[in-house]
């Protein structure tokens, strides 16, 4: 596919609400709770499995796992490393989302050993995606003082490397394959006022890619999405407290012509 059209997009998001895709998270505790219910809204079924005792069987039975390494520790590092092999193993897509990668030497380690695993999908915003690729970036801790637009050799290099697609997120997401490259746009300056959004947008990649066989359509697709439900939100929302809550209505509530008409993808 040379281009994704608005109608692509729903076609996708429409997979995932017929089928409801069980979406294994191995993720954070601040991003627990918003992905879990990021994934509910948009009609897939998330669960949240870190025991080492029961984090590989149960990514045999999901239809995609997610692995974030946003509040790393020893024991849910090595159920990370279980869900993923088995994940790799069974051609389950796995998203990895490298939260704060070049943050400190162990978390750029974690980052690095896992995309051995050869990932289906990386999302992560422009430094963490810099760093997971080598190049130097300028990270504040789970933040991005880069744009997307400075990782996008970066992005691509990457994605060569590793044979994943390759999501930078910020004012535009760039998603990179090895050949081919489409910009998405939507989403409000006011959802980086939300903590743990990006971590969502990997969630719901994960659920996407459970859906459609080609990686690329399905994480443009699951960003479009996103993007769209953060922007209607903002229009309404009075701050960050209330657009958390309205990009939940969003996503339960967005129908064939307000994805059609609203969401914004481009080469």
């Known amino acids: 596919m040379s281009a994704l059209v608005p109608a692509d997009v729903w076609t996708v998001f429409d997979a995932v609400r017929r089928r409801g895709p069980l979406v294994h998270n191995l993720t954070n505790y601040v991003a627990m709770d918003l992905s879990a219910n990021v994934l509910l809204a948009a009609g897939a079924s998330p669960a949240m499995v870190h025991a080492r005792e029961e984090a590989a069987e149960f990514a045999g039975i999901a239809d995609a796992v997610v692995v974030n390494i946003g509040t790393l520790s020893a024991p849910w590092v090595e159920s990370m490393f279980d869900a ?41 915003n422009a430094s963490e995606i810099l760093a997971l690729a080598g190049a130097s970036a300028r990270g504040k801790g789970v933040d991005s003082t880069d744009q997307s637009s400075d990782a996008i050799d970066a992005a691509q290099e990457l994605a060569r490397q590793s044979g994943a697609v390759v999501a930078v997120t910020g004012s535009v997401d760039v998603v990179t394959s090895i050949d081919r490259t489409w910009r998405v746009g939507g989403g409000h300056p006011l959802m980086a006022k939300v903590t743990a959004m990006g971590c969502a947008a990997s969630a719901v ?6 859906v459609h066989e080609d990686p690329l359509v399905a994480t443009t697709a699951a960003l479009a ?16 407290g209330s657009l958390r809550w309205r990009i939940l209505d969003e996503l339960h509530t967005l129908d064939e012509p307000a994805v059609v008409h609203g969401v914004r993808v481009a080469p």
Do not use: C, M, S
């Open 205 to 210: 990649a994960g659920a996407f890619a459970a």
């Open 84 to 124: 993923a092999r088995v994940a790799a193993e069974r051609g389950i897509p796995w998203v990895l989302d490298p939260v704060a990668a070049g943050a400190t030497g162990y978390r750029t380690k974690v980052a690095a050993d896992l995309l051995a695993l050869r990932p289906t999908v990386i999302r992560g």
């Open 225 to 240: 999405v996103f993007g769209l439900a953060g922007e209607r939100a903002a229009a309404e929302a009075a701050g960050p």
